[in-house]
């Protein structure tokens, strides 16, 4: 079945810059996301990309998709500590199921 | 008023209980889906639900079952909970968009002792 990979941790200054990775094995992906869930909170989706998109721009967030590696990754651009969360990459593929397969999240912590 | 709601927001049980929890939506959405989060895991499918009519199973199935009463309710029953169903639980719901963004509800802390 599909699978979604992310590194569990990312620690940043803020000011700097956040890049966070992600996985995937569905070659028939249609669209993928990053969705973001603060402490107590359920998720938000942050952004989107359509997979015949290289690149996603919005504000601080830079979605970039390489296909042929199956990555995928966000960028915050001058992280503040209110990015401190965990961030989901997800997936879905035009199958019909149309639900999400997610990745198990990646903490970021911003130091102030 | 919250789009996605969710009762009880935390429940402690025993094992061998059944709980139900509930999720009602204001968003008109046809869509509607139950997942649990575990440390380190993510989120994992349990059921999901297109319209009123169809029910699938997702990938964790196994010791849970749904009642899709309407259109804007979709509930998840543990009928004998067990220690291992201690989890965080959530609602979401998504329209027919072709983006298939999904809106999540605020969770339920559920810990089965």
């Known amino acids: 079945g599909e699978d979604v990979e992310q590194s569990l941790f990312l620690s940043v200054r803020e000011g700097d810059s956040s890049v966070i990775n992600c996985t995937y094995t569905?070659?028939?992906?249609?669209?993928l996301y990053w969705y973001k869930q603060e402490p107590g909170a359920g998720l938000q989706l942050l952004t989107y990309i359509f997979s015949n998109m290289d690149m996603k721009q919005d504000q601080r967030l830079t979605v970039l998709l390489n296909k042929k590696d199956k990555h995928l990754s966000l960028r915050i651009a001058d992280t503040q500590t209110g990015d401190s969360a965990i961030y989901f990459c997800a997936e879905t593929s035009d199958t019909g199921r149309r639900a999400l397969t997610f990745g198990s999240g990646t903490r970021l912590q911003v130091q102030p | 008023d919250a789009d996605v709601t969710q009762t009880p927001r935390n429940r402690i049980t025993k094992t061998g209980k059944r709980i139900m929890l509930e999720c009602s939506q204001t968003k008109g959405h046809d869509r509607m889906y139950w997942y649990r989060q575990d440390p380190g895991l993510g989120l994992q499918l349990i059921y999901y639900s297109f319209d009123v009519k169809d029910i699938n199973k997702g990938e964790i199935s196994d010791g849970y079952s749904v009642s899709r009463q309407a259109q804007a309710k979709f509930s998840l029953s543990l009928e004998s909970a067990i220690p291992n169903q201690t989890a965080l639980y959530f609602c979401a719901t998504s329209d027919r968009s072709a983006t298939d963004e999904q809106f999540f509800g605020p969770g339920t802390r559920l810990t089965v002792l």
């Open positions: 569905d070659s028939s992906s249609t669209y």
